[in-house]
């Protein structure tokens, strides 16, 4: 906020990053990936699958184990359908990450893929599962089966992205291929960028501004856990392996693409929550994050991190797969996380919102000054500042003692924690007068 005197510091004014006085702003994400990012049982016999269909209805409701390739799929698209019940009925819109092909209808065009690569670095010693290992020997797409999502609907997520999309939610990107990116080339990443975008744009989907790393890839926690000193390509003998995030040139090429934030940074984890920062001093922001799942398993532990994210004023995205909401007990769990958050939304403390809106707002309110005038007494003149090119709707300012507002009309509200104002147009300032009582503000 811009000073214009001590009148600001006296009054206690400033700002608020988030929607309305909200303390913190909270996210719900999905990792959202089909069987394309791990392979395909390729020799599966038809009366198999014939037998999976068959027994499909138990399965849904069962703990059985669906998480290998082609089980895979089929467990993301029925985690998805327990997912948008739950957000549906609670009301709460979410940020769905998706990989190329959950953009996908189908590929009856035999359409290759630019991006097909290998992955050289995914070996058992770095931490990989054989889910992924197989990669290291054969491009990533070596199983496409060339149909469409009625035939291979655990390949092909075009239909249920399309409902996904038209009940309110966003979908932002999880890379085509689903690599490693801090140890990815540099021209890989390039390549998987520009067409994620472009499948996104001839599939009716907006561009994205935010990518989450498949793999939580940023690269630091890979090597943190294994405490390895060398990278594909690269001996760092020597340097603080702390230091190996995304090269610059990965950073520029994803800025180049449009994406102008990043979640699941895995230096990050671990890490308390905070408000939007850039990414290791680079030409890009991150947010930060923390897996859901403990978090819908002990209750305590999600109060925890709520609390922690209030007190940090953070921008915190709480993000899982689909694949873990998928039993009637998991149902059930993410429940019950769901309405603690929505529980606290509807109170005003935390904003619950996609990733996208959470940080449009705030590079808005970045746009924004408050500037304060002595009139007489306890009494000032309030002038909010949008220098930007887009309205920011419910901008909040935080002040210190209880704010009685004198000669405004509707578009500004007294709230706990100080004042909302509805509308703020671009290149506008909006003034009225306020004062300033000692004793506490209580609705």
């Not at 409701?61 to 997912?83: I, P, T, W």
């Not at 060339?146 to 239909?159: L, Q, R, V």
């Not at 067409?195 to 926690?221: E, S």
């Not at 001093?281 to 897996?291: E, K, T």
């Amino acid at each position: 906020m811009r000073k214009s005197g001590p009148v600001e510091e006296q009054a206690g004014i400033r700002l608020s990053p988030y929607r309305g006085l909200a303390a913190a702003a909270v996210a719900l994400s999905f990792d959202y990936e089909t069987s394309a990012a791990y392979g395909d049982l390729a020799n599966l016999k038809s009366k198999l699958r014939g037998a999976f269909f068959r027994n499909m209805g138990r399965i849904w409701q069962s703990r059985k184990d669906l998480s290998f390739c082609y089980g895979l799929g089929y467990g993301m698209r029925h985690g998805a359908e327990n997912v948008l019940a739950v957000l549906g009925w609670l009301g709460v819109r979410a940020t769905w990450f998706a990989s190329g092909h959950a953009l996908l209808l189908g590929n009856r065009e035999r359409k290759a893929f630019r991006i097909n690569q290998t992955l050289p670095y995914a070996t058992r010693e770095a931490g990989f599962t054989e889910i992924v290992t197989w990669r290291r020997d054969k491009p990533t797409f070596s199983f496409e089966p060339f149909s469409d999502h009625t035939k291979h609907p655990y390949w092909y997520f075009g239909d249920q992205s399309a409902r996904i999309a038209a009940a309110g939610h966003d979908i932002q990107c999880h890379t085509v291929s689903h690599p490693y990116v801090a140890l990815e080339p540099p021209e890989n990443v390039a390549l998987d960028l520009e067409d994620w975008q472009a499948i996104a744009v001839a599939n009716g989907f907006r561009p994205a501004t935010v990518l989450a790393f498949p793999f939580c890839g940023d690269a630091y926690r890979l090597y943190d856990r294994l405490q390895l000193r060398t990278q594909i390509g690269k001996t760092v003998e020597g340097e603080p392996y702390r230091v190996l995030v995304c090269p610059d040139q990965t950073i520029r090429l994803l800025r180049g693409n449009g994406i102008q934030l990043l979640t699941r940074c895995g230096s990050r984890i671990g890490a308390r929550p905070g408000p939007f920062s850039t990414y290791y001093d680079a030409p890009i922001h991150c947010m930060s994050d923390v897996l859901a799942v403990p978090l819908m398993q002990h209750p305590g532990l999600l109060g925890e991190a709520v609390r922690d994210a209030i007190d940090a004023g953070a921008a915190l995205d709480l993000w899982l797969h689909p694949l873990s909401v998928f039993s009637v007990e998991e149902c059930s769990q993410f429940e019950a996380m769901v309405g603690f958050l929505v529980d606290f939304s509807k109170r005003g403390t935390i904003w619950l919102a996609p990733i996208s809106e959470i940080w449009e707002h705030s590079r808005r309110v970045a746009a924004c000054t408050v500037t304060v005038e002595a009139i007489a007494g306890n009494e000032l003149r309030v002038a909010a500042r949008n220098a930007g090119e887009a309205t920011v709707s419910e901008l909040g300012l935080e002040v210190s003692d209880r704010p009685i507002v004198v000669n405004a009309d509707a578009n500004v509200r007294a709230h706990e924690r100080g004042l909302v104002i509805a509308q703020l147009g671009a290149g506008s300032t909006y003034s009225f007068r306020l004062r300033l009582e000692s004793s506490p503000w209580t609705p």
